[in-house]
């Protein structure tokens, strides 16, 4: 299967595709761009379809990074997956960045008590807890709102921080991008595919939207 991975969740926005198949190689294209430049998702899309040496109408599965993180850039990933799906009938997938950033952990040899740390705003923190061993990677704290002082008291406690810019607030922290390559693995045995309108960035707060007020008519 032919899968384009989209990954937006971070400052550091990247796109990856993977083609694997029986008895053959896989193929693997990847393009990242810093989303403080206001990249455009389509220009990451044809470099890595280049570098794959492949066109679009070979991809047929789409997975976008579901966060949390850039509310803004998860909905560009899951506009584009949705507009793909109703222009080719691809399939697509939805994936945790957070799980992402554990596998990159792990292929990275970080091992131990992990503590992914992600900025949710509100001077909050998404936080997730893992522990990471060769051949192992188990969930030990799921994922949920945290002030600073709960992920300050994982570090004192012996935890690794990771996350895409956890040194800002936490200097002993490891910087590390969910990456769109490792979530095109992370998919690459799933079948659990989705409609495009289901497809949603994951945030834990409630969604609070304020109706604009009618126009008012000046005389």
Same mark, same amino acid.
């Given at each position: 299967?032919?899968?384009?991975?989209?990954?937006?969740?971070?400052?550091?926005?990247?796109? +990856?595709?993977?083609?694997?198949?029986?008895?053959s190689?896989?193929?693997?294209?990847?393009?990242?761009?810093?989303?403080?430049?206001?990249?455009?998702?389509?220009?990451?899309?044809?470099?890595?379809?280049?570098?794959?040496?492949?066109?679009?109408?070979?991809?047929?599965?789409?997975?976008?990074?579901?966060?949390?993180?850039?509310?803004?850039?998860?909905?560009?990933?899951?506009?584009?997956?949705?507009?793909?799906?109703?222009?080719?009938?691809v399939?697509?997938?939805?994936?945790?960045?957070?799980?992402c950033?554990?596998?990159?952990?792990?292929?990275?040899?970080?091992?131990?008590?992990?503590?992914?740390?992600?900025?949710?705003?509100?001077?909050?923190?998404?936080?997730?807890?893992?522990?990471?061993?060769?051949?192992?990677?188990?969930?030990?704290?799921?994922?949920?709102?945290?002030?600073? +002082?709960?992920?300050?008291?994982?570090?004192?406690?012996?935890?690794?921080?990771?996350?895409?810019?956890?040194?800002?607030? =936490?200097?002993?922290?490891?910087?590390?991008?969910?990456?769109?390559?490792?979530?095109?693995?992370?998919?690459?045995?799933?079948?659990?595919?989705?409609?495009?309108?289901?497809?949603?960035p994951i945030?834990?707060?409630?969604?609070? =939207?304020?109706?604009?007020?009618?126009?008012?008519?000046i005389?």
């Amino acid at each position: 299967m032919t899968i384009l991975a989209l990954e937006f969740s971070s400052p550091q926005r990247s796109v +990856a595709v993977l083609e694997s198949g029986a008895g053959s190689p896989p193929v693997c294209g990847c393009a990242c761009e810093n989303s403080a430049g206001g990249g455009q998702p389509l220009r990451l899309v044809e470099a890595a379809l280049r570098e794959a040496r492949l066109e679009r109408e070979q991809i047929e599965c789409i997975v976008v990074g579901l966060g949390p993180g850039s509310y803004a850039g998860i909905r560009a990933a899951i506009s584009l997956a949705q507009s793909w799906q109703l222009a080719r009938n691809v399939k697509l997938l939805g994936a945790s960045s957070v799980e992402c950033l554990a596998m990159q952990a792990q292929a990275g040899s970080l091992f131990g008590q992990v503590q992914i740390v992600i900025d949710a705003q509100r001077h909050e923190f998404y936080l997730a807890g893992y522990e990471i061993k060769m051949g192992i990677m188990r969930r030990v704290e799921e994922l949920r709102l945290a002030t600073r +002082a709960e992920v300050e008291a994982k570090a004192s406690a012996g935890d690794t921080l990771i996350g895409p810019e956890v040194t800002r607030w =936490f200097p002993n922290g490891r910087i590390l991008f969910p990456d769109a390559a490792m979530l095109a693995k992370l998919a690459a045995d799933r079948t659990d595919f989705v409609a495009g309108e289901t497809l949603a960035p994951i945030y834990l707060r409630e969604t609070n =939207f304020v109706k604009a007020p009618p126009p008012r008519t000046i005389l």
